[in-house]
Nanobody, 122 residues
Framework: QVQLVESGGGSVHPGGSLRLSCAAS????????MGWYRQAPGKGRELVAE???????NYADSVKGRFTIARDNAKNTVYLQMNSLKPEDTAVYYC????????????????WGQGTLVTVSS
């Protein structure tokens, strides 16, 4: 019913920048929170950043001041601008969306992207 398609991952040197995008499509009535988690090799999944429909944001302490999350509600798309990247930012990044469907506007469902790899290495 809903697909999330991510783009923008890749390899970069320390101090570099990348911009991730995630577009949601399908039978979407509205999207509440959107955001990004990441999972580094051998570690659990952690929240990186999230943004509500009213543009309230929340960031992991480790990325504050370096990453910026934004969304375009008309396009059902969330972005993550990542600056001053560090080797410890290396991970698979997963976007998520909390979606209300046309078929059931009384419920919210969580959907995930397929993941995009970000590698920060010299």
């Amino acid at each position: 019913q809903v697909q999330l398609v991510e783009s923008g991952g890749g390899s970069v040197h320390p101090g570099g920048s990348l911009r991730l995008s995630c577009a949601a499509s399908g039978s979407i009535f509205s999207i509440n929170a959107m955001g990004w988690y990441r999972q580094a090799p051998g570690k659990g999944r952690e929240l990186v950043a999230e943004i509500t429909r009213s543009d309230s944001t929340n960031y992991a302490d480790s990325v504050k001041g370096r990453f910026t999350i934004a969304r375009d509600n008309a396009k059902n798309t969330v972005y993550l601008q990542m600056n001053s990247l560090k080797p410890e930012d290396t991970a698979v990044y997963y976007c998520f969306s909390k979606v209300v469907l046309y078929s059931n506007v009384g419920m919210q469902y969580d959907y995930w992207g397929q993941g995009t790899l970000v590698t920060v290495s010299s």
